[in-house]
């Protein structure tokens, strides 16, 4: 049995492994989404897709393409039908694959700017005007500038910045997820060592998943109830609706790991108190028969 010095010892071990096991799996969490949103390409494909950055860059560029059009005597209505939402999705995915793997083609412009050539020289004949040489050429030109604002709108901001770094963190962040999932076993295992009685283990282990649905939760909660997301300084409704719903995105699955950690602790919570039932009916057990026996 152990002495009174020893068993402060012990819960002073024990407090400090909890607080470990609770930073370790805060960690552990942080290093899984990260892989599960910022280096993946579907949550940013959804993000854009929800956050309806898609329609605001076709508008955008509808706008630009009609100001063009009408200095080049093509109609508002025509260029309003140039552009196809299936399509610029389609080419915004084709940016976002090639953002996160090296060697991948982003958005096909030249075959947009081919098919634009095509309906600008269709609607030019309907109007019955004869397509010169100077006619195509104007056509042409209209055709590439129209081209290189539409580059512009399916690409991602700042993508020349991120590509690099997107790429070269998915290896490191994999292999620091396994480390802190390793520690995580570690300490857990070294807990339940120390405390070799699972009722005290599951006591000091609610304490760590606690700790860590708290750090988990905090943050964002404070950050979507105080509406700093909405209030961000960002002038262009795709960029602002895609900075927001980003961050909104990333906040809920912060929320859903605390609630992860949350359930866990509730369940050791649970065990801790059938636990400790069994061990009080023991003791009142074995005080029944004690006092029995003296009797």
């Given at each position: ?5 020893q ?6 071990i024990?407090w ?9 799996l805060?960690?552990?969490a ?18 854009m ?5 898609i329609?605001?860059?076709?508008q ?8 063009y059009?009408?200095s080049?005597g093509?109609?508002?209505?025509f260029?309003?039908s ?5 399509a610029v999705q389609?080419d915004?995915e ?12 982003g ?32 056509v042409?030109?209209?055709?590439t500038v ?7 709108g399916?690409?991602?901001p700042?993508?020349?910045y991120a590509s690099?770094?997107?790429r070269s ?7 620091a997820?396994?480390?802190?999932g390793?520690l ?10 120390i405390?070799?009685?699972?009722k005290?283990f ?10 860590a ?11 979507l ?12 409704r795709?960029?602002y609706a ?5 961050a909104?995105?990333i ?20 065990v ?7 061990e ?5 057990r ?6 029995s026996?003296?009797?």
């Open positions: 049995m152990a002495t009174p010095a068993e402060r010892t012990r819960n002073v024990s400090l492994l909890s607080f470990l096991l609770s930073l370790f805060s960690l552990f942080l290093l899984i989404l990260t892989q599960a949103t910022i280096l993946s390409p579907a949550f940013l494909k959804r993000v897709e929800q956050s309806g950055y329609g605001y860059i076709k955008d560029m509808e706008e630009i393409f009609v100001s059009g009408i080049s093509f109609d508002e209505a260029f309003l140039v552009l196809d939402d299936a389609a915004v084709r940016e976002i694959d090639s953002l996160y793997t090296a060697g991948r083609a958005a096909d412009l030249e075959a947009f700017q081919s098919d634009l050539t095509e309906k600008l020289l269709e609607n030019v004949r309907q109007r019955e005007f004869v397509v010169t040489p100077e006619v195509e050429e104007a042409g030109y209209l055709a129209c081209t290189e604002t539409y580059g512009e399916v690409s991602l700042l993508a020349s690099d770094a997107l963190l998915r290896g490191p962040v994999r292999v997820t396994g480390a802190v390793l995580c076993l570690f300490t857990l295992a070294f807990l339940f060592a405390r070799r009685r699972r005290a599951c006591r000091y282990a609610v304490y760590a998943f606690s700790g649905a708290l750090t988990l939760a905090l943050p964002p909660a404070i950050l109830l105080s509406g700093r997301i909405e209030r961000i300084g960002i002038t262009g795709a960029l895609f900075i927001t719903g980003y909104r995105q906040a809920y699955w912060l929320l859903a790991a605390a609630g992860v950690m949350l359930l866990l602790a509730l369940v050791l919570g649970a801790y108190l059938v636990l400790a039932r069994r009080n009916l023991r003791t009142d074995e005080e029944t028969f004690l006092q026996a003296d009797g």
